[in-house]
């Protein structure tokens, strides 16, 4: 399947801390891409890892990838309060369809 | 400000009633997709179209289900007869890109069925 596993399904931690989340998948990829939902809110768009890329940077966020083992992070350093959301990967393939998993949850506490 | 909107935002119905969901998808992209989600089962995808053709509706209940676009502009997800099952947040998001592309989520529809 193409759907992306995020791991931890939860994750609670202070303010100004790191978070780091994972993604792991099954079938060769085109790229790799990490959204947010806020509660209530549709997805919003992060970041976009090609497959020939290892790290890439977006402001607070630092995503990784892995083809060799099919996995990927998303870092947010200094976390704040408003970074409290769902993440969610979705590896893309030839097909181009987004799949997303069940999410990671975070909460981020002041 | 582009944006991809979806009306209505609620819709509460009766089981057994049509229900249409539209969206607007950003001016220029051309690529749609309809998601559902539930806390049970989280983000499924229903629906894939690229220049208005569907790619891949494997995700949909073919018995009750149906999505098109009509024009570039407008997609739109029917459900007839709807089953309080059906009750979740559909979402369509759309995407610049020929493949591959990064998706551009509506607020989505919160349909309740009773």
């Known amino acids: 399947s193409q759907q992306g596993e995020e791991d931890p399904q939860a994750l609670s931690i202070q303010e100004g801390e790191n978070a780091t989340m994972n993604c792991s998948y099954k079938?060769?990829?085109?790229?790799l891409q990490w959204y947010r939902q806020n509660s209530g809110r549709g997805l919003v768009h992060l970041i976009l890892?090609?497959?020939?890329?290892r790290e890439k940077h977006s402001g607070r966020l630092r995503v990784t990838l892995d083809t060799s083992k099919k996995s990927s992070s998303l870092l947010i350093t200094a976390s704040r309060a408003a970074d409290t959301a769902s993440y969610f990967c979705?590896?893309?393939?030839?097909?181009?369809?987004?799949?997303f998993g069940q999410g990671t949850t975070l909460q981020v506490k002041p | 400000d582009a944006r991809v909107t979806q009306t209505p935002r609620h819709k509460v119905t009766e089981m057994g009633q049509e229900v249409t969901m539209r969206c607007q998808p950003i001016?220029?992209?051309?690529?749609v997709f309809w998601y559902r989600q539930t806390m049970m089962q989280g983000l499924e995808l229903l629906a894939y179209?690229?220049?208005?053709?569907?790619?891949?509706d494997s995700g949909m209940p073919k018995d009750r289900f149906s999505a098109e676009m009509p024009d570039a502009t407008l997609a739109t997800l029917k459900i007839q007869p709807s089953e309080p099952r059906d009750s979740a947040v559909y979402f369509c998001?759309?995407?610049?890109?020929?493949?591959?592309?990064?998706?551009?989520f509506g607020q989505g529809t919160r349909l309740t069925v009773v």
């Open positions: 001016l220029g992209h051309n690529t």
């Open positions: 079938t060769s990829i085109n790229n």
């Open positions: 890892i090609r497959s020939n890329e």
């Open positions: 179209f690229r220049n208005r053709a569907p790619l891949d």
């Open positions: 998001a759309s995407g610049p890109g020929q493949k591959n592309t990064e998706a551009f």
């Open positions: 979705a590896p893309s393939g030839n097909t181009g369809k987004l799949i």
